[in-house]
C-alpha cells in the first residue's frame, strides 16, 4: 500500500433531490476540495463512485463521492482502496454527525458507528473501523422528527446563511488531518 496517498470520501447520497441535505455534508466538503484543486468529478470506471486525482499540499490525493446511497458507501469506499491502493489508516471519511450541534468539527481516528449507516457499511466492507473521520455536526431533530426525516431534510435558512463558511472550514481540517496529524488538526477544529 502507498502511505502517501491518501482517500478523501464525501459520504452522502446520490442525485439532485439530496444534493443540499444535511446527510450530504460529505458531498458538499469533496466538491469544496475539488474546487480548490481546479479540478472536475469524473465516473470512475470500475467503482460506483464520482474520483477526482490531484495533489493537496503536494500529497497525491484521491478525492471521492460514492454514487451508491449513503448506507450503501462501503462498497465504493473499499473498492476505491484496492484500486488506487491505498490503506485504510489514510482514509478520511466526511459525514454528518447528529450528537453534534449545527457546523461543528470533530475530528478523530477510529472509533465507533454511533448508528450513522454510512459509517456502518464502512466497517462492513473494510473489516475495519480505523480511518480517519471529520465530523460535521448537523445537530438533532426539533420535537418528535425522526432522525432519518431530519437528515434528509435540507439545512434551515438560518444554517444555509453559515453554510458556506462550515463548509469551507471542514475541508481546511481535511487538508490539515493529511498535512499536520491529527493532534494538530482536532487542536485548530475541534470545536
Not at 464520482?50 to 458507501?73: C, D, F, H, Q, W
Not at 489514510?90 to 481516528?109: S, T, Y
Amino acid at each position: 500500500m502507498a502511505d502517501d496517498v491518501w482517500l478523501v470520501v464525501g459520504l452522502g447520497n446520490p442525485g439532485p433531490s439530496y444534493a443540499r441535505t444535511r446527510h450530504n455534508i460529505g458531498h458538499l466538503v469533496a466538491d469544496e476540495l475539488a474546487a480548490r484543486t481546479g479540478s472536475n468529478f469524473k465516473q470512475h470506471k470500475q467503482v460506483k463512485a464520482e474520483v477526482i486525482e490531484t495533489r493537496i499540499s503536494g500529497l497525491r490525493t484521491i478525492i471521492a463521492k460514492p454514487r451508491s446511497y449513503m448506507n450503501e458507501s462501503g462498497g465504493p469506499v473499499s473498492g476505491l482502496l484496492k484500486f488506487f491502493k491505498v490503506d485504510p489508516a489514510n482514509l478520511i471519511a466526511v459525514h454528518d454527525e447528529l450528537d453534534i450541534d449545527f457546523g461543528v468539527l470533530r475530528c478523530k481516528f477510529g472509533g465507533g458507528d454511533n448508528g450513522h449507516n454510512g459509517l456502518k457499511s464502512l466497517r462492513k466492507s473494510l473489516g475495519t473501523g480505523e480511518y480517519y473521520r471529520v465530523r460535521f455536526g448537523v445537530g438533532r431533530p426539533p420535537g418528535r422528527q425522526s432522525p432519518a426525516d431530519f437528515v434528509l431534510n435540507e439545512f434551515s435558512s438560518v444554517e444555509r446563511k453559515d453554510l458556506p463558511f462550515a463548509v469551507d472550514r471542514t475541508a481546511d481540517a481535511v487538508e490539515s488531518l493529511m498535512t499536520a496529524g491529527l493532534e494538530t488538526t482536532q487542536g485548530l477544529y475541534n470545536s
